[in-house]
C-alpha cells in the first residue's frame, strides 16, 4: 500500500468517504477506487483535496500523516470571545463586583497559506465587556485576513499557532511588545463539524502586583453567551465547597456541654475566660481541619461541566457576519 493510499485511509477514517467527497467535488466511488488502487488520483483530486484540508501534498504523497492530529485546521477557523477571571489579586481572590472580576478578550483563528497546517492565531485581552462585543463584531465583519489581521495591528495583540490531538486542542500566543504568553488547552470534541468553543485551562502571567504564573479556566465561544456574568463567573470556579459539618458539630455541642452544662470539677474550676478560649481552640481546630480538606490542589475540566458550557454556547447571540 502506497503512502498516498494510508493517507487516504486515514483521512476517510477521520472524516468518512462521504465527507471527502463532499468536500472534493469528487464521487464517493471515485475516493472508493482510490483507496483501493483500482485508479490513480488525477492532479485535479490532488488539488481539491489539497484546499479542502490544507494538507501538504509532499508529505501527503511520500510520508505517514501523524494519526493523532487534525488533517485540516479549517473547522476551527473562526472568532471567539474569551470569559477569564481577572487575575489581578493574589492567591484567587476576587472583587464582590462582578463587573471588576470577569476579563474579556477576543480570539481569531485564520487560514494562512504559508503555514503547513493552513491556521494561524490572533488574541487581544481587554477589561471591558463592551469592548470585546465591538472588537467581535468588528472581526466577524472583516471580510480578509488582512483586514483582521489590521484590526489586531491597532490593539495589544498576540499572535500563535494551534495545534491539536484526538482529544486536545493547544493554543499558544505570544506578545512581543510586553515579552507576555499564554497557553490554552481546551477538549478536542469527536467532530467533523465546526469548532463552536468550550471550556478549557490558560496559564499565564499575572498582571497585578506580581507578574507570577497563573492558570485559571477559561472560556472560549463564537457566540455571544447570553447570560448574566454571574453566571459565567459562576461557571469559571475550580469547584463549589460540600463541607459535611456533623462531626465537627458534635464535637463543639459535646464541649460546651462539659464546660458549661454538665456538673463537673474541671469545668468548675475553670474561668470564663479560659472557657472562652478552649471553645475557641476547638473551631479553629475544626475550621482549619475543614479548610485543609477542601483545599484545591488541582482542578479537571470536566464532561459534567463541558456539557453546561456548550449548551450556553449553543443558545448564544451571533455577533456580526462570521466565518
Given amino acids: 500500500m502506497s503512502n498516498f493510499q494510508k493517507n487516504l485511509r486515514v ?8 465527507y471527502i467527497a463532499d468536500c472534493t467535488g469528487f464521487s464517493q466511488s471515485s475516493i472508493n477506487n482510490y483507496l483501493t488502487k483500482s485508479s490513480e488520483p488525477s492532479i485535479q483530486f490532488l488539488i481539491a ?11 501527503f504523497l ?5 494519526t493523532h492530529e487534525e488533517i485540516s485546521y479549517d473547522r476551527f477557523v473562526g472568532n471567539y470571545i474569551v470569559y477569564y477571571y481577572n487575575n489581578n489579586s493574589y492567591k484567587g481572590e476576587v472583587h464582590n463586583n462582578l463587573s471588576n472580576t470577569l476579563n474579556y ?5 485564520i487560514k ?17 465587556k463592551s469592548e470585546a462585543i465591538k472588537l467581535l463584531k468588528d472581526l466577524n465583519s472583516a471580510t480578509t485576513n488582512e483586514d483582521i489581521v489590521n484590526i489586531y495591528k491597532v490593539n495589544n495583540y498576540y499572535k500563535g499557532d494551534l495545534k491539536t490531538t484526538d482529544q486536545s486542542i493547544f493554543i499558544d500566543l505570544y506578545n512581543k511588545t510586553n515579552g507576555d504568553q499564554c497557553y490554552f488547552i481546551f477538549n478536542n470534541p469527536p467532530s467533523v463539524t465546526n469548532y463552536q468553543g468550550g471550556v478549557g485551562t490558560v496559564n499565564t502571567v499575572a498582571r497585578g502586583r506580581e507578574h507570577n504564573p497563573c492558570i485559571q479556566f477559561i472560556i472560549m465561544s463564537q457566540k455571544l453567551i447570553d447570560k448574566p456574568d454571574g453566571e459565567i463567573y459562576e461557571c469559571l470556579k475550580f469547584d463549589d465547597i460540600n463541607v459535611n459539618l456533623d462531626d465537627a458539630v458534635k464535637d463543639i455541642v459535646g464541649l460546651f456541654k462539659r464546660l458549661y452544662a454538665d456538673k463537673n470539677e474541671i469545668a468548675e474550676s475553670l ?11 476547638k473551631l479553629e481546630y475544626h475550621f482549619n481541619e475543614i479548610i485543609e480538606a477542601n483545599i484545591f490542589r488541582f482542578a479537571k475540566v470536566s464532561n459534567k461541566e463541558d456539557d453546561m458550557i456548550y449548551k450556553l454556547i449553543k443558545e448564544g ?3 456580526g457576519e462570521n466565518r
Avoid: H, M
Fill in 112 to 128: 494562512e497559506k504559508y503555514l503547513d497546517k493552513n491556521v494561524i492565531v490572533y488574541g487581544s485581552f481587554v477589561k471591558d
Fill in 317 to 319: 447571540i451571533d455577533v
Fill in 271 to 281: 474561668t470564663e475566660n479560659q472557657k472562652i478560649a478552649i471553645l475557641q481552640n
Fill in 62 to 66: 511520500f510520508a505517514e500523516i501523524d
Fill in 11 to 18: 483521512l476517510a477514517d477521520k472524516y468518512t468517504q462521504k
Fill in 105 to 109: 478578550g477576543v480570539i481569531s483563528i
Fill in 49 to 59: 483535496l489539497k484546499n479542502a484540508f490544507g494538507i501538504c501534498l509532499d508529505d
